[in-house]
T-cell receptor, first 112, second 116 residues
Framework: DSGVTQTPKHLITATGQRVTLRCSPR?????VYWYQQSLDQGLQFLIQ???????AKGNILERFSAQQFPDLHSELNLSSLELGDSALYFC???????????FGPGTRLTVT | GQQLNQSPQSMFIQEGEDVSMNCTSS?????WLWYKQDPGEGPVLLIA?????ELTSNGRLTAQFGITRKDSFLNISASIPSDVGIYFC????????????????FGQGTILTVHP
């Protein structure tokens, strides 16, 4: 158990819908990262928050957004969902702005 | 952008054999990390490397940070059935001011199958 929690474990929704994925980092970690894992693209970095502020952005679509709250948990919002958004979404956390990252169990999103 | 080439793509070995896999990059990384992922679960951190030339062990696992900072390898000795899974390398670079970029760039993964 990495100490990073993610909910829900599975999510099935229709195209055009909006979903919210939630992540709680390990106790004491200030950074939260979001990654997408698909068969064709592998593990891709989406976005990082550090202590409530956006720190780095990767290949994140404009339809996707995230935030980190004062209690350090983070939410990833995916809107206007398309079939191609079906993937595993992982949250990771680290103590500082970089360094070792510990991954949560992931949320499997299926868009039908 | 940065890309990591991980090889081999897959390996089929007998229990007790040693395994070696590696990652190469077109650009420099300041940290190399190795993860293992079981089906339907999140990647688990195995070993982290912070300095060029560093050799680090974690039980039967040994990893090295290449001198050029553009490559790393992972060895697993005396493999056992529970070593089955997908192994990923990941690189992290550093900003001009010295702090790390948080973003990890991942290799494509090595699928390891161990036959009892």
């Amino acid at each position: 158990d990495s100490g990073v929690t993610q909910t829900p474990k599975h999510l099935i929704t229709a195209t055009g819908q909006r979903v919210t994925l939630r992540c709680s980092p390990r106790s004491g970690d200030l950074s939260v990262y979001w990654y997408q894992q698909s068969l064709d693209q592998g593990l891709q970095f989406l976005i990082q928050y550090y202590n409530g502020e956006e720190r780095a952005k990767g290949n994140i679509l404009e339809r996707f957004s995230a935030q980190q709250f004062p209690d350090l948990h983070s939410e990833l919002n995916l809107s206007s969902l398309e079939l191609g958004d079906s993937a595993l979404y992982f949250c990771a956390s680290s103590t500082g702005t970089g360094g070792d990252q510990y991954f949560g169990p992931g949320t499997r999103l299926t868009v039908t | 952008g940065q890309q990591l080439n991980q090889s081999p793509q897959s390996m089929f070995i007998q229990e007790g054999e040693d395994v070696s896999m590696n990652c190469t990059s077109s650009s420099i990384f300041n940290t190399w990390l190795w993860y293992k992922q079981d089906p339907g679960e999140g990647p688990v951190l195995l070993i982290a490397l912070y300095k060029a030339g560093e050799l680090t062990s974690n039980g039967r696992l040994t990893a090295q940070f290449g001198i050029t900072r553009k490559d790393s390898f992972l060895n697993i000795s005396a493999s056992i059935p529970s070593d089955v899974g997908i192994y990923f390398c990941a690189g992290q670079s550093r900003r001009a001011g010295g702090t790390s970029y948080g973003k990890l760039t991942f290799g494509q993964g090595t699928i390891l199958t161990v036959h009892p």
